[in-house]
């Protein structure tokens, strides 16, 4: 019963607002980005109406492990992209390798090597 009580009050725009809370962002402020970005993930271009972009930002700029100051901002991405650079470090050159090695496998794959 309880929690069919907090899945009856939940939107989708309660938890944007702590979170933009968390970046230094203001609503205004996030749908000028979704807007530039056309709705879409800033790496993949996805678009998906169910779940909302994240917001991504470069995580050695702010002090505060959970917060942003709002100025490293870089983009909204969707949550594979955003896991991903997550997972990668934000170290272009890991991305960069793991491009090279899929490209490999890739080509192998297809009898190209």
Known sequence: ??????R???T???GLTGKLR???LDRAGFD????????ACAICGTRDPVRRLHIDHDH??????????GKC????????????????MD???????????????IAKARGES
């Not at 000028?32 to 709705?39: A, L, N, P, V």
């Not at 170290?91 to 496998?105: E, I, S, T, V």
């Open 91 to 105: 170290d272009a050159r890991r991305l960069k390798r793991a491009a090279a090695y899929l490209g490999q496998h």
């Open 8 to 10: 009856d009050r939940y």
């Open 1 to 6: 019963e309880i929690n069919k009580r907090r």
């Open 60 to 69: 050695s700029c702010c002090p505060e492990r959970f917060r942003s100051c």
């Open 22 to 24: 968390e970046y230094g």
């Open 73 to 88: 901002i870089r983009g909204l991405l969707c949550s594979n992209c955003n896991n991903g650079l997550g997972r990668f």
């Open 12 to 14: 989708p725009d309660k």
């Open 32 to 39: 000028r980005m979704m807007e530039k970005q056309g709705g």
